[in-house]
């Protein structure tokens, strides 16, 4: 009993850890006027790949992008939807920790599809067409998650870093 409660509340303090650093991270890429908008790169993003080393990542990441959507004023539909992305991302990411090369595809793709639409219904911008923000939300999210996030991965794994 005494090890299941440990369990327990190792996962809630990871979970925590990571939702910090992803808020810290939304706010730094904000500070910078990348975290929103239809160009995104969100640092925090490449936190993604958390997901290879522990399920904690999974509330940890999308308590994180709640909070970030909250702080940064986001919209009734980017803090909804926005967090079911990452939620997505980090859930899938968490199925792919096997094939170590996909943990970042579940992220790329839940945001490519569901970005675009708070951004172009949410937000308002109907000036600028569907398929181009979804190329610039993917283009973000490949930096973001894919290149800085496989990075980390890497970083990682070469230190033996343990969950």
Known sequence: MKRKNQQRVRFITLAAIIAALYVVLTLVSAAFG???????????????????????????????CLVSNLITGANILDVVFGTLATFIGAYGGYLLRKRKWLVTLPTILANTLIIPLIIVYGFGVKDVALPLVALSVCVGEIISAGVLGMGLLLLLQKRNFKL
């Open 34 to 64: 990348l975290s929103s908008g239809v160009i995104q790169v969100r640092i925090s993003e490449a936190l993604c790949v958390l997901a290879f080393f522990t399920p904690a990542s999974i509330p940890g990441l999308t308590i994180g």
